[in-house]
């Protein structure tokens, strides 16, 4: 059977546009601009947001949208568990360079010695 046949275009956008904000938000996938971003509580209001189209679509999905939205909550909300248990990375330095002032700065002031 065709999935794309049994399953709403728009329900379908809205279903993945969701699925890719919240891994997105749990930092398994680089934004718009390259770079991976975590945001825990965000991620949270994107799986609730999904859960709640499930409640309240209840009973007039076909079941190819049932089990895309099943299917989606269920990797997401085991992404969720597993990005959890991770501790919050720092962030890297954007480059060496930047670094070197505050780090020659510090070597200024422990290296200089005293005069006399």
Do not use: C, W
Not at 12 to 40: C, I, P
Not at 53 to 60: H, L, P, Q, S, W
Not at 71 to 77: D, E, G, I, N, W
């Amino acid at each position: 059977m065709n999935e794309q046949k049994d399953i709403n275009q728009h329900f379908f956008s809205l279903v993945l546009s969701h699925e890719a904000a919240a891994m997105q938000y749990m930092g398994k996938v680089a934004g718009g601009d390259g770079k991976l971003t975590r945001n825990m509580e965000m991620a949270q209001y994107a799986i609730d947001t999904l859960q709640v189209i499930r409640d309240k679509t209840k009973g007039n999905l076909t079941d190819d949208e049932k089990r895309l939205l099943d299917h989606v909550l269920y990797q997401l909300q085991l992404n969720y568990v597993e990005e959890s248990k991770t501790p919050e990375k720092e962030p890297a330095p954007e480059s060496p360079q930047d670094e070197e002032p505050s780090s020659g700065a510090d070597a200024e002031k422990t290296e200089t010695p005293p005069t006399e």
